[in-house]
């Protein structure tokens, strides 16, 4: 497991994975049907299922282990000589299910949650020596696991001291930076205060670690087996299939309102525009939740409930009420009734801009599509194909010349929707070849022989972009009807398929019902002319540089991807527009981009974030540790300082989008920010350059 970014998110990554002790369950009974009918439908609708042997049991074995413990912080080796002899008795254990290996790393993960906060309240209660020479490696590949208890405390010793060293050097540089009245605190001091701040971030993350159902425990286990099969079959418990479906629609029934934990409390990290808790005007961010109610009933004190379950009383269908008793910001405690309705996620949709070309009187049109979400349960819900139909509309309303597709991040969705998308830049024909287990490819086509917009189109793509992404962008780029730009894709070639195992159930046995769902691969899509997009996604026609260039990312970092194969290409062709001085505009591009200084500094700090990649030893020495914190920084301030600037002329709103932006204060600095940032993108730049000589192609600028 390699360690990246801050020590800080690595903790909280690593609490909510690592299992703890909850008593044996009740619902045995639910827990076997639950792994056998998940095997059932594994084995049955997989796209390339896997034995069931102990190959397959050493592989899930190695890959809970990691999950559990990948930075060889909890177990010890005696720990792990007693898992062990379950290494391949897994595939056994899940065919008859048998929770066995579960329970026994759930009870050793107890005794050393419990082990560990021993060592860091005892290590803490001392302060550190930062002269020493030494270092601390964090990537759990190259440690082993502690020999014993002893060799475990010393590596808690580093780890800890390296936490504190990082917050010790935050608090020696801000009274560094701190004007000549303000209070000066010595070294001993600052280090005191650092310690106390680590304690107490451990001792929160313990907190939420304690609080975790078992349910969650064993969702981390199922995932383990199904990863095995590719890291895009997945389980999702009831809770995270709710989630998984608002996130994917943009749509939930409740009161409109993000929250967060903090330490024993819930609290109201934001309030979504247009939902019911902000049309009250009464409910506010920072606000405590202490209490809940369903209408008339009596409130649940939720004081150290863990948030999940928060969020299950807090949702709820549309035209019911929810009470909240909540302790405000000035101290005051106020009881706030709520009727839910349908809250619309506005954020998540489609949205365009006009911006100022290379050349004056030139416009280009600009989509930002996040997702290619849609509302499968809503005949009325929305989805990303008219979404972006509407925008295309409005933006040949205001005449422009040519039209940027952005799908940086967007890590893909509905495939109709996309196969629906596709086909408004071509007349008709094939948009992608899907191929289920043993059986002949299917073709999905557009079969509507209507353009919706016939103008020099550019799509722009990252290394997040995946899946739906990477079928339009190849489709286009295959008929040659768009230029495609920015870094290699993804790579996700596969097609999931949300399965509920309640369904495998017969009605005599609904008492283990819900059992949740499994997001199963079933297919693998190809593109038209017979390659894939799996691992090797897409190649842009023109690559930009990018500061990840040189290390492995997307489907290429997964532990079990499927392979890359090819099928037979399809008949394709479109007489839409097709780019004849493809290589000319490349050449142009490669020409800009070379001579541009921002784009030779993206180039000359990704050959530093391999180097940093591929550090995962640091400092514990207070001067060397700071000489390599100050290199990071100001190498990763030089590259913010790269998007400092305004490069894009001319960003707008349409005017018809005027009245709802300014409906509210909330969306017009959001949109500001929007704006900002578009304004100091260079990789929109170059597209803008990009765009005028595909308009210079068909003679569309105008003068």
Avoid at 301 to 330: C, N, W
Avoid at 491 to 499: D, E, L, P, Y
Avoid at 527 to 555: C, H, W
Avoid at 598 to 603: A, D, E, L
Wanted: proline share 4%; with cysteine; aromatic share 10%.
């Amino acid at each position: 497991m390699r360690f990246r970014g801050s020590i800080f998110l690595s903790l909280v990554a690593v609490g909510f994975i690592a299992a703890a002790y909850f008593p044996r369950p009740d619902s045995a009974q639910k827990e076997a049907v639950l792994i056998q009918v998940m095997l059932k439908r594994l084995a049955d609708m997989h796209y390339q299922p896997q034995p069931i042997d102990d190959n397959f049991s050493k592989k899930v074995f190695n890959y809970y282990l990691d999950q559990l413990d990948g930075g060889r912080r909890y177990f010890t080796q005696a720990d792990i000589d007693k898992l062990k002899a379950y290494e391949l008795q897994l595939d056994d254990q899940a065919q008859a299910g048998n929770y066995d290996f579960f329970n026994l790393s759930s009870d050793l993960f107890l005794a050393a949650l419990d082990k560990t906060q021993g060592f860091y309240r005892e290590i803490l209660a001392q302060p550190f020596d930062f002269e020493a020479k030494e270092t601390i490696e964090f990537d759990g590949d190259k440690l082993p696991f502690a020999a014993n208890d002893a060799e475990l405390k010393q590596y808690w010793h580093k780890y800890l001291k390296y936490e504190v060293l990082d917050t010790y050097v935050d608090k020696l540089e801000a009274q560094e930076k701190a004007g000549a009245d303000a209070e000066r605190k010595s070294p001993e001091t600052l280090e005191k205060e650092a310690r106390e701040e680590i304690l107490k971030i451990f001792e929160d993350r313990d907190s939420r670690l304690r609080k975790l159902k078992r349910d969650d425990r064993l969702s981390l286990y199922l995932n383990c087996i199904t990863a095995v099969f590719d890291p895009h079959t997945n389980y999702f418990k009831p809770i995270d299939k709710q989630n998984f479906d608002i996130r994917f629609s943009g749509r939930l029934e409740g009161i409109g309102a993000l929250l967060q934990t903090d330490g024993e409390l819930t609290k109201v990290s934001s309030i979504v525009v247009g939902g019911p808790a902000w049309k009250g005007k009464e409910l506010e961010a920072d606000d405590v939740i202490l209490k809940v109610g369903q209408g008339n009933d009596e409130p649940v004190d939720i004081k150290g409930m863990y948030i999940d379950d928060v969020v299950q009383q807090v949702r709820g269908a549309k035209g019911t009420e929810v009470r909240l008793t909540v302790k405000k910001k000035d101290g005051s405690v106020k009881v706030i009734s709520i009727i839910r309705d349908i809250v619309i996620l506005e954020e998540q949709f489609a949205k365009s801009l006009l911006i100022d070309g290379k050349e004056p009187g030139e416009k280009v049109g600009y989509i930002y599509l996040p997702s290619f979400y849609a509302d499968f349960e809503n005949e009325n819900g929305r989805n990303c194909a008219e979404d972006v139909a509407i925008e295309i509309e409005k933006l040949k309303s205001e005449n422009v010349n040519g039209i940027i597709l952005d799908l940086r991040n967007n890590g893909g969705g509905s495939l109709r929707d996309v196969v629906r998308m596709t086909g408004y830049f071509i007349e008709k024909g094939p948009i992608v070849q899907v191929k289920s287990r043993n059986q002949s490819p299917d073709v999905m086509n557009d079969n509507d022989p209507g353009v919706q917009y016939d103008g020099p189109l550019v799509v722009m793509v990252n290394s997040n972009s995946a899946s739906a992404s990477e079928i339009i962008a190849a489709a286009l780029q295959d008929y040659n009807r768009a230029v495609i730009v920015g870094t290699p894709t993804f790579g996700k070639g596969t097609v999931q398929r949300f399965i509920d195992l309640d369904r495998s159930v017969a009605m005599a046995h609904s008492e283990v019902k819900p059992l949740g769902n499994v997001k199963l691969t079933m297919q693998k899509f190809y593109r038209i002319n017979g390659g894939s997009t799996q691992l090797k996604g897409v190649t842009p026609d023109i690559v930009m540089p990018d500061a990840y260039a040189f290390i492995e990312t997307g489907e290429r970092e997964e532990k079990y991807p499927l392979e890359w194969t090819e099928i037979g290409a399809v008949s394709y062709t479109q007489n839409v527009m097709k780019i004849a001085k493809l290589d000319k505009i490349k050449a142009n591009s490669q020409k800009r981009i070379g001579a541009d200084p921002v784009f030779q500094q993206i180039t000359s700090y990704a050959q530093r974030v391999k180097t940093q990649y591929d550090q995962t030893a640091y400092p514990l020495q207070l001067e060397a540790f700071r000489d390599y914190r100050k290199t990071r920084s100001e190498e990763s301030q030089a590259f913010k300082d790269l998007f400092k600037n305004p490069v894009n002329t001319g960003v707008r709103n349409l005017p018809v989008d005027m009245s709802g932006i300014q409906a509210d204060e909330s969306k017009k600095a959001r949109n500001e920010d929007w704006l900002s940032s578009i304004s100091k993108d260079a990789y929109l730049r170059e597209t803008l350059n990009i765009m005028h000589d595909l308009i210079n192609q068909k003679g569309l600028t105008k003068k």
